[in-house]
């Protein structure tokens, strides 16, 4: 597939990026309380979710597990551990409180387990800078 799969594997950083952006934001604040904490830490992540996110992209690109629901899956597991040990260690050090980073973190592990199962299963059904759908 060659330089095809960088057009998605792009794509699909920006959107996740997106959604998962608004989520740390729209957590930050409930949690804290202070809407400008929120924005924050939802910004300060977007430069290393965005670099996280692609390189986690690109190796499973390259792990040999079919396209199913068990792949999207264990997908979002990996993702989420990457992504909460992210945010925690950025909302501690922006709130200056370990018990904030790690509460944020939390309610993400919930939230956004849900939100990346979701832009996965979507994105599957897209062939956007794909020339044909990998079977293996």
């Not at 998605?8 to 950083?13: C, E, G, M, N, S």
């Not at 949690?31 to 300060?44: E, M």
């Not at 993400?108 to 059904?125: F, T």
Request: charged share 20%; hydrophobic share 45%.
């Amino acid at each position: 597939m060659g330089d095809v799969t960088y057009k998605i594997h792009l794509a699909k950083t920006i959107t996740w990026l997106a959604v998962g952006t608004l989520d740390t934001i729209l957590l930050s604040w409930l949690i804290t309380g202070n809407p400008f904490t929120g924005l924050k830490i939802g910004f300060s992540e977007v430069v290393t979710k965005m670099v996280l996110y692609y390189f986690h992209e690109r190796v499973w690109f390259k792990i040999a597990i079919p396209e199913s629901h068990k792949r999207h899956l264990l997908k979002t597991i990996s993702w989420r551990i990457i992504g909460t040990l992210d945010t925690i260690v950025l909302s501690w050090i922006i709130t200056g409180n370990p018990m904030t980073g790690l509460k944020i973190g939390l309610l993400e592990v919930i939230s956004k387990m849900i939100l990346y199962y979701l832009h996965e299963r979507v994105w599957y059904r897209i062939n956007f800078g794909l020339k044909r759908r990998k079977t293996s």
